[in-house]
């Protein structure tokens, strides 16, 4: 009994480092990765599938549902951070961080607000997973595709520390949640604290609701050509 939490597959944006406008769909390479992630999930009990709204999202979800036939629900609170008027603008041509802490995007969501927006949704996923799966048994998952920073922040906020994430990461590639990958969380209701290093708790209104990440931002279904490329994108 598992939540699924996955990135989108790869799309020009990210190949090419802009910051992507709504509309931007996957590229051949991110359909072939989806492709591959619906391959790894298709013996999976996945039964609800939530995904942004965001074309990139939705295209990445439907792989899943053409191999698992399940039909994915559209969550806009799922979408990524807004940087506002910098869409459509090449990383290459700023002098300036547009991820920095105190930088607020014209016209797009400052770190507070989308980071409120991320909380808010957590919190549905989590109450949703209370009523609909806490009794259900071993034999469900519930897939959540969304994007980079969204996902990281929900990661680095509630379920790992930052230094927890440091154990995933070495000197020469950084932690990253890459194209279509999975994090694997298992909920578990508990009247107890939340134990070990890689459980996070909280109170879902059914006693205390512990996190327990069983596998983290892991692309094993990409290889060759669809293998993560480090000069993509790995944020927005």
Same mark, same amino acid.
């Given at each position: 009994?598992? !939540?699924?939490?996955?990135?989108?597959?790869?799309?020009?944006?990210?190949?090419?480092?802009?910051?992507?406008?709504?509309?931007?769909p996957?590229?051949?390479?991110?359909? #072939?990765?989806? #492709?591959?992630l619906?391959?790894?999930?298709?013996?999976a009990?996945?039964t609800?599938?939530?995904?942004?709204?965001?074309?990139?999202?939705?295209?990445?979800?439907?792989?899943?549902?053409?191999?698992?036939?399940?039909?994915?629900?559209?969550?806009?609170?799922?979408?990524?951070?807004?940087?506002?008027?910098?869409?459509?603008?090449?990383?290459?041509?700023?002098?300036?961080?547009?991820?920095?802490?105190?930088?607020?995007?014209?016209?797009?969501?400052?770190?507070?607000?989308?980071?409120?927006? *991320?909380?808010?949704?957590?919190?549905? !996923?989590?109450?949703?997973? @209370?009523?609909?799966?806490?009794? #259900?048994?071993?034999? *469900?998952?519930?897939?959540?595709v969304?994007?980079?920073l969204?996902?990281?922040?929900? !990661?680095?906020?509630?379920?790992?520390?930052?230094?927890?994430?440091?154990?995933?990461?070495?000197?020469?590639?950084?932690? *990253?949640i890459?194209?279509?990958?999975?994090? *694997? @969380?298992?909920?578990?209701?508990?009247?107890?604290?939340?134990?070990?290093?890689?459980?996070?708790?909280?109170? #879902?209104?059914?006693?205390?609701?512990?996190?327990?990440?069983?596998?983290?931002?892991?692309?094993?279904?990409?290889?060759?050509?669809?293998?993560?490329? @480090?000069?993509?994108?790995?944020? !927005?």
């Open positions: 009994m598992a !939540i699924l939490l996955i990135r989108h597959g790869e799309t020009a944006g990210n190949r090419n480092r802009i910051i992507q406008v709504p509309e931007t996957l590229s051949d390479r991110g359909l #072939a990765q989806a #492709a591959r619906g391959q790894r999930l298709a013996k009990p996945i609800e599938i939530w995904t942004s709204h965001l074309p990139r999202a939705r295209m990445t979800a439907a792989a899943i549902e053409s191999t698992t036939g399940v039909s994915a629900r559209e969550e806009p609170n799922l979408e990524e951070r807004s940087l506002g008027d910098l869409r459509g603008t090449a990383y290459d041509d700023l002098d300036f961080d547009p991820f920095g802490q105190s930088y607020a995007p014209p016209a797009g969501e400052t770190w507070e607000v989308f980071n409120e927006r *991320v909380d808010r949704m957590w919190e549905k !996923i989590e109450r949703h997973w @209370v009523d609909q799966f806490s009794k #259900a048994g071993d034999d *469900v998952h519930f897939a959540v969304s994007h980079g969204f996902l990281r922040s929900l !990661i680095e906020r509630h379920l790992f520390s930052e230094e927890q994430l440091a154990t995933h990461a070495t000197e020469q590639a950084p932690f *990253v890459a194209n279509t990958s999975l994090t *694997v @969380v298992s909920p578990r209701l508990s009247d107890g604290a939340a134990g070990s290093s890689g459980a996070a708790g909280r109170d #879902a209104s059914s006693g205390e609701l512990e996190h327990h990440v069983k596998l983290i931002a892991c692309a094993a279904h990409l290889e060759g050509e669809t293998a993560h490329d @480090v000069r993509s994108v790995v944020g !927005i």
